[in-house]
Structure formats: structure tokens, C-alpha cells
């Protein structure tokens, strides 16, 4: 007998960036797995199991959920933003493609879900409105000379860059060391964006100049892009510069 398994993006905050369809998805399932500040997102239902684990775990959490839905189970696994970036689906991928045979009859659906780069994006205006691209700093799951390839090979393409993963309590010097590197490629004056938290009561954006980006102003809730060298932040009277990449580039 085999069941259903979503993997369901909760978007980037508070309820209201859960699309109608997650929403729908989450009120049927049977049991719900994720990791444990997601599942808080959501009110508990009468009925329905819940799995929290923790962040690290996400094969051996993809492998419960695909083991429960194989029983015939309507299954849920919750990610933060969009379960393909980053995040769940991938693992659920990985779980199936050297997992046990039955796990390939199991219904699976993706439910996207707006992803921190275009929550953060949106609240300063359009700073990904030309080529861009999207990096995880975290070097747990690649070697960092990795990153710092990609990271010249994006900034001198003129690709703006979205840095997930930016920071955190065991990975303090990646964003000094690639705020750096992407000195070596772009104008000191190339607009960088903290978004922390963003959609959520605590959200903080602020934007600097390349040349004078603190690392200090990330953490593992603070997602960051860098322009390009076209990107351009508009001055504002007692409003927040407006950044934007403009839509047209020359070779
Ligand atoms: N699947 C998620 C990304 C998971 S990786 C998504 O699509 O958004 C975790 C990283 O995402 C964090 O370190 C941070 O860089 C970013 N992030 C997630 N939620 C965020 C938010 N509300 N505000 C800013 N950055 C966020």
C-alpha cells in the first residue's frame, strides 16, 4: 500500500505567505514532519501526528516520512520558503534514489513557497530584476574552495548573488572572507542587502555599500544579496533607498 507524500514550502514568515494550496495540503495530512520552529508555524490539529527534528537531520527525517507514507499514510514534510531551495525536496530526492524499492510507488508532490531571496528582493524594490543567481555559504555539504569559485565565477559573469546560509555560531568568517572576494570583482559601491527575518514580526532590511558591508549584520535568519556591478540604489528623502538591477545589460 502506498501513500502520499508532500513537500509542502511554508514561504519565508507568519501565515500569510502560505499559499492556499500548502495550506490545503497541511489541513489533510495524516502526519506532519519537519523541523521543529516550521511545525511552531503551525496550529495544531486535532488528529494529526507531529515528527520535529532537528535541522541537521534532514535524510534520516526524509526517510521516516517516505518509511510512514509507504504504510499508506497522507504525509507532510514542512520546509521554511520554498522546499527546492535549499531545502527538504532535494532530500527526499536523494532518500528515494538509494532508498528501498517501494518508496518509488509513493505518490510525491512539491508545494512551493516563496523563497527568502524574493521575500528579502521585494522588501527593498528589485535588485534581482536582471540575471542573478543563488549560493549557500554553508560549507557542511561542499568544500568552501567550491564557494569561492562559484562566488568569482558569478560576480565577474555580472550575475547578482543571493547568499543563503550567510552565518552562523559555527561558521563566522564565510561572509568576511566572501565579501572579500567579491571586492576583487565589483565597484566598492555595489549595493548589498541584509535581510533579517523577513515576514516575520522581527524583520530587519538594511542596505550598504560593498566596500563597508559588516558580516557582522548576518546571521542564520539573514539572507544577503549582492548586485552587480548595474545594480543601482536610489537615495530617498526619509524613505529607504530603493535597489534595483536594471533590465537591459551590455556585453
Ligand atoms: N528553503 C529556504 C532556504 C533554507 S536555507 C527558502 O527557500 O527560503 C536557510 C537560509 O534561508 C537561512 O540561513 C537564510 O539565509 C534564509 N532564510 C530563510 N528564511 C528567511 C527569512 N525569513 N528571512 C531571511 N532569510 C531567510
Redesign the pocket.
Known amino acids: 500500500m502506498s501513500g502520499r507524500l508532500a513537500v509542502i ?1 511554508l514561504g ?2 507568519d501565515a500569510r505567505f502560505l499559499t492556499p494550496e500548502a495550506a490545503d495540503e497541511i489541513a489533510g495530512a495524516d502526519a506532519l514532519y519537519g523541523y521543529a520552529p516550521y511545525l511552531a508555524r503551525l496550529p495544531e490539529q486535532a488528529g494529526q501526528a507531529r515528527h520535529a527534528s532537528d535541522n541537521r537531520e534532514e535524510i534520516a527525517r526524509a526517510s521516516a516520512a517516505l518509511d510512514h507514507a509507504a504504510g499508506g499514510a497522507r504525509v507532510a514534510i514542512v ?10 525536496a532535494a532530500a527526499v530526492c536523494e532518500a528515494i534514489d538509494s532508498g528501498p524499492a517501494a518508496w518509488r510507488e509513493i505518490e510525491i508532490r512539491v508545494v512551493p ?5 524574493l ?2 528582493a521585494a522588501a527593498v524594490g528589485a535588485p534581482l530584476g536582471h540575471d542573478f543567481c543563488a549560493i ?1 555559504l ?1 560549507d557542511n555539504l561542499k568544500p568552501w574552495d567550491l564557494v569561492e569559485r562559484r562566488l568569482d565565477a558569478a560576480a565577474s559573469a555580472g550575475f547578482a548573488i543571493a ?6 555560531k559555527a561558521r563566522p568568517w564565510q561572509l568576511g572572507a566572501a565579501f572579500d572576494r567579491l571586492r576583487q570583482h565589483l565597484p566598492p559601491a555595489t549595493p548589498v542587502i541584509f ?6 514580526a522581527d ?1 530587519r532590511v538594511t542596505v550598504a555599500a560593498l566596500a563597508d558591508a559588516d558580516p557582522a549584520h ?1 546571521d ?5 544579496i549582492i548586485g552587480s556591478a548595474a545594480t543601482r540604489a536610489i537615495a530617498r528623502r526619509g524613505l529607504p533607498p530603493l535597489v534595483y538591477s536594471p533590465r537591459s545589460a551590455r556585453a
Open positions: 514550502g519565508p514568515g520546509s521554511g520558503g520554498d522546499p527546492g531551495v535549499f531545502a527538504m513557497g516563496i523563497t527568502a531571496m521575500a528579502v549557500s554553508s547568499l543563503y546560509n550567510p552565518a552562523s535581510g533579517r527575518a523577513v515576514g516575520r524583520e548576518a542564520m535568519a539573514t539572507l544577503v
